[in-house]
């Protein structure tokens, strides 16, 4: 099957996570409601947390995204950037992060535009463990 090796994210897919909102290419997430029904939304917010995490500043708390990953962690995430032909999907466990820290700095990395959108901070952090990153059909990195 290749040479996979653990996940640790790459420069190249740092950069293109962390600047997708301002490169044009927004990351649409994908969740599993209580019905087993599909969530996709696009998430501006989306930074790189650590080698293997990816946080979300997620303005509804309450809202479908969250209670999904509630009832079931299994997420994905598909990148494409049309003019530099860069894309790929990754599948993770996503959690609810409520510590004052974690939200905190999940806030902070979040795109100004997604900051003004949630002065009040209203919303929550969702940290998402990424266990594994495919691209052109090819698993790259797996857990």
Do not use: C
């Not at 740092?14 to 019905?35: E, H």
């Not at 003004?116 to 857990?143: F, H, S, W, Y």
């Amino acid at each position: 099957m290749g040479d996979r090796v653990a996940v640790a994210l790459t420069d190249d897919f740092k950069n293109a996570i962390n600047n997708a909102l301002s490169d044009r290419a927004p990351i649409v997430f994908a969740a599993v409601d209580d019905l087993g029904q599909p969530l996709l939304s696009f998430r501006g917010s989306a930074q790189v947390y650590s080698d293997n995490e990816i946080g979300l500043w997620v303005r509804n708390q309450d809202g479908g995204f969250v209670n999904a990953i509630t009832a079931n962690p299994r997420v994905a995430l598909l990148y494409r950037n049309a003019e530099t032909r860069f894309a790929f999907q990754a599948h993770g466990e996503a959690r609810r992060a409520d510590d004052e820290a974690t939200r905190a700095r999940v806030y902070e990395m979040a795109p100004e535009a997604e900051r003004n959108a949630d002065l009040e901070r209203k919303g929550t952090a969702v940290l998402i463990e990424v266990v594994r990153v495919i691209q052109r059909n090819q698993v790259l990195m797996e857990r």
